[in-house]
């Protein structure tokens, strides 16, 4: 079993910054993709960015000239990096894992339980 543990959240005032941590650990043979989510409590959870084993990187919103998505596969770690942040950033960021748990390649498909930003005006 995999676990994925956030850190980072907070509170930050509008053009701060913020960095978000998500550790992996468990039965992990290979991770293949990481990714940061995001969602306001009443709806959907959004795609903030992905990272694939390869170094390809996806933001498909607008988010890409504020925040960075980076790991450290030493530590199994991936990191949202938000720069000027806006009031509207303001949401619970999940991250999300997906790999491989043994060298079956049986995978796996892992949910944080979320932090929280909130970005004051």
Known sequence: QV???ESGGGVVQAGGSLRLSCASSGSIFRI??????????G???????TL???G???YPNSEKSRFTISSDSAKNTVYLQMNSQKPEDTDVYYCNVGGFWNNDYNSFAAWGKGTQVTVSS
């Open 3 to 5: 676990q994925l543990v």
């Open 32 to 41: 293949n993709s990481m990714g940061w989510y995001r969602q306001f409590p």
């Open 43 to 49: 709806e959907q959870r959004e795609l903030v960015a």
């Open 52 to 54: 694939t084993i390869g």
């Open 56 to 58: 390809s990187t996806n």
